[in-house]
């Protein structure tokens, strides 16, 4: 995993860095957060056997999507979204460089 990168891509759509380690040089870990959501890194060697495997997405419940949306547009692509979901949420999909999908979702209009 390329933590700098994730680091860089975290930033662009709002995220803020809560630590990283080592400071200084190319980092092997990371913790990033935005609105009620922290996410932690870890590139290199780790403690688990296997490569991490992460199947679905992560939920942000954003104040706006379309502000969300705004922040982000000319930065980064949306996997989808924003649009209006068949169970009623208005959700936009992000697609990280490791692979992870992030959803900033609202309840939408009646």
């Known amino acids: 995993m ?61 104040e706006s999507v379309a502000a969300v949306y705004d922040e982000i547009e000319g930065r980064v692509e949306p996997a989808w979204g924003p649009e209006v979901r068949e169970w009623g949420a208005r959700e936009l999909g992000l697609r990280d460089p490791n692979g992870y999908f992030i959803t900033f979702t609202e309840p939408a209009d009646p």
Not at 17 to 42: H, I, M
């Open 2 to 62: 390329d933590v700098q990168g994730t680091i860089g891509w975290y930033t662009q759509v709002g995220f803020h860095l809560l630590g990283r380690f080592p400071e200084e040089g190319e980092p092997t870990w990371c913790e990033l957060s935005r609105d009620d959501l922290t996410l932690q890194f870890l590139g290199g060697e780790t403690p688990w056997p296997d490569p991490p495997a992460f199947t679905g997405t992560l939920y942000v419940h954003a």
